[in-house]
């Protein structure tokens, strides 16, 4: 019996020692899930940063204001291509095009309402910020060629396949008087505003900054 408890003790030194000697890792407390969401959540705070930047002001007269001064809207980019081409082909799945380059088939995802749209009849490109509203915060006072450049902008994210009739719906307001009606694309429409006036240096009103910290609050939910 004696042998047998002499035994179990070096049994356990041994163990202990080979535990002893293991390389010592940094391990997360917080449960994967909790991790997951902290990284979520944080999906809207590059753009909170840059909506603090943004100046604050009232907006400014619409006097003045008409497509013609954003002409040609859609500007040609890549041989007969004009810009609402480009995002129709880019945006969508299967786009088939005719020779004027002219999308006559495809399937797309309109992020506002959610809907899928197979027709081109369904389709419009909406510009996140509208020429009016942009015209109102700061638009104004830039050159034809500035808003030329603006609302053919295929870098920023500007323009975006939406249904015809949530764009109608939508017209020319901001955020504080229209949101997407798909709670699920807030984060994506607010994080895109931001991201276009911060380019721009387009100014924000008060009750715009309101309505788009709290579109904001919705990344990573």
């Keep these: 019996m004696a042998g047998t408890m002499i035994s179990m003790r070096r049994t356990l030194q041994i163990a202990v020692l080979s535990l002893a000697v293991l390389p010592i890792t940094a391990v997360s407390t917080a449960p994967p899930a909790a991790a997951d969401a902290r990284g979520r959540a944080d999906a809207g705070a590059p753009a909170r940063r840059m909506l603090a930047q943004l100046k604050v002001a009232k907006p400014l007269s619409l006097r003045g204001y008409s497509h013609r001064r954003f002409q040609p809207r859609w500007a040609h980019h890549k041989g007969e291509c004009d810009a609402r081409e480009v995002i129709l082909a ?4 299967g786009v088939r095009r005719n020779g004027a380059c002219q999308a006559v088939k495809g399937v797309w995802h309109s992020p506002y309402d959610g809907k899928v749209l197979k027709s081109v009849k369904q ?11 942009a015209w109102r915060s700061g638009a104004k006072r830039w050159s034809q060629a500035k808003r030329r450049a603006f609302a053919n902008d295929l870098s920023r994210p500007e323009l975006v396949v939406v249904s015809h009739a949530v764009n109608m719906a939508k017209g020319g307001q901001g955020p504080q008087s229209w949101r997407p009606p798909r ?3 807030w984060c994506r429409y607010a994080t895109s505003w931001v991201a276009v006036k911060h380019h721009y240096r387009l100014f924000v009103t008060r009750a715009e900054k309101v309505a788009l910290l709290n579109m904001l609050r919705t990344c990573g939910r």
């Design 90 to 93: 880019r945006q969508g799945r």
């Design 123 to 133: 389709i419009d490109i909406d510009h996140v910020v509208p020429l009016a509203y």
């Design 183 to 185: 709670r699920a694309s």
